[in-house]
């Protein structure tokens, strides 16, 4: 069984610019969920992906966004960065969308935005 | 806004229990307390979760009030690897509501 597991670990960009994190979900999970995690405070919900579809936002601009694929991978985008974008991108999938039972984080992407 | 108020950081030594409180005091009926921790430079993990009853498992003991109002988290015998930032979370088990994390209890273990 394989865990979560997120690309790039790090990256850095630059202000107005575009990137896209990626996610696989664990074996068996059809669920993905993006949190941001700014320095020193907990993580925070962006949205979340239920077989392909968007299944709940958290309050966050239309710059975010995402996709789910068929093998319940998952990409988070994030359009014309900001400084405060700058953050710890965490991802966490589970068997259910309906349960926030057992959530299973990646290690995050660390992004730099300068 | 936080639903939940737990002290900033705590200290425990080595091989002791580690006892970590949550106030809740405006949690609903069908609201359930999660804990959660998060070692250094990886994503937050799953510890235990509880309605009403205690729970325990291979982890930890959840300690929920009568009233519901607080709960504390027991890890038993306390180790280096338990040093993390520990999130205790109120939100209901279904429907469209996600885990809301505060900024939890930095707890560190002391050799």
């Known amino acids: 069984e394989t865990g979560v597991t997120q690309s790039p670990t790090h990256l850095i960009k630059t202000r107005g610019q575009q990137v896209t994190l990626r996610c696989s979900s664990q074996s068996g999970h059809n669920t993905v969920s993006w949190y941001q995690q700014a320095l020193g405070q907990g993580p925070q919900f962006i949205f979340q992906y239920y077989r392909e579809e968007e299944n709940g936002r958290g309050n966050f601009p239309p710059r975010f966004s995402g996709l789910q694929f068929p093998n319940y991978s998952s990409e988070l985008n994030v359009n014309a960065l900001e400084l405060d974008d700058s953050a710890l991108y965490l991802c966490?999938?589970?068997?259910?969308?309906?349960?926030?039972?057992?959530?299973?984080f990646g290690s995050g992407t660390q992004l730099s935005v300068l | 806004d936080a639903k939940t108020t737990q002290p900033t950081s705590m200290d425990c030594a080595e091989g002791r229990a580690a006892n970590l409180p949550c106030n809740h005091s405006?949690?609903?009926?069908?609201?359930?307390v999660y804990w959660y921790r998060q070692i250094h430079s990886q994503g937050p993990q799953y510890i235990i979760h509880g309605l009403k009853n205690n729970e325990t498992n291979e982890m930890a003991s959840l300690i929920i009030t009568e009233d519901r109002k607080s709960s504390t988290l027991i890890l038993p015998h306390a180790t280096l690897r338990d040093t993390a930032v520990y999130y205790c979370?109120?939100?209901?088990?279904?429907?469209?509501?996600?885990?809301?994390f505060g900024t939890g209890t930095r707890l560190t273990i002391i050799p």
């Open positions: 405006t949690i609903s009926g069908n609201e359930y």
């Open positions: 979370i109120v939100q209901s088990n279904f429907g469209n509501e996600k885990l809301t």
């Open positions: 966490a999938s589970s068997q259910d969308r309906a349960t926030n039972e057992k959530l299973f």
